[in-house]
């Protein structure tokens, strides 16, 4: 481990180590709630990116193809920056110990090359399955559409404005939604509240006691 914390801050290694410390920092704020999962997503029009400029590579069509390679708009953006940067800190560390024994910055331009190619590859087949789960819960939308204006109860510790879960029953399985509240209100386990509203960005629901629900 020492050897490897050795590699990574050398010269030729110090950018992939820097944007791995950034990708961990922004997990870490997303774990203890200071920042959402879709804080970074991109809104992909579904229309508009194939009409706008037909056969001109530097146009709509060139950058929807980009956008559908890398699954953008359908897998949260900071996940697939996430995998891109992990994949290119291992190739960078593992290409320049093996491929460039002196740590040559000359030398690691084409060993940085080769790894955007492989990473880019490596990024766009790790993602596949994270698109059909995503995928999946977007199907689910059908089934929790009609969740706003329903009952619910808290299933986690507590649900602050920061972060926490609650569990609709609407006829059949409990579905379980992300939620916050608003105003400072903290709810804790067990307790009653109802579905306000949705956050389309980030997936998460707004919920209140019924009480404060008759003040809004």
């Not at 959402?36 to 950058?63: H, K, N, S, T």
Request: hydrophobic share 50%; proline share 4%; aromatic share 8%.
């Amino acid at each position: 481990m020492p050897e490897v914390i050795q590699e990574a801050f050398l010269p030729v290694n110090f950018i992939s180590t820097l944007l791995l410390i950034l990708v961990l920092l922004y997990w870490l704020m997303v774990i203890f709630g200071a920042l959402d999962l879709g804080v970074f997503d991109i809104d992909v029009p579904e229309a508009d990116a194939d009409v706008d400029v037909d056969g001109d590579i530097g146009g709509g069509g060139f950058l929807s193809s980009i956008l559908e390679f890398f699954y953008i708009g359908e897998v949260p953006a900071m996940i697939i920056v996430s995998i891109g940067v992990l994949s290119f800190w291992t190739i960078s560390i593992i290409g320049n110990y093996y491929l460039n024994p002196t740590r040559s910055m000359l030398m690691a331009l084409p060993v940085c090359a080769g790894n955007m190619v492989i990473t880019i590859l490596i990024t766009k087949f790790t993602l596949r399955p994270f698109r059909a789960f995503f995928a999946s819960l977007n199907n689910d939308e059908n089934t929790i559409k009609d969740v706003i204006g329903q009952m619910c109860v808290v299933s986690t510790t507590q649900v602050s404005d920061k972060m926490g879960q609650a569990e609709v029953t609407s006829g059949g399985a409990p579905i379980l939604i992300n939620a916050i509240t608003e105003d400072g209100c903290t709810l804790h386990k067990g307790d009653q509240a109802v579905v306000l509203s949705k956050n389309t960005k980030t997936g998460v629901y707004t919920i209140a006691t019924v009480e404060m629900e008759n003040l809004l």
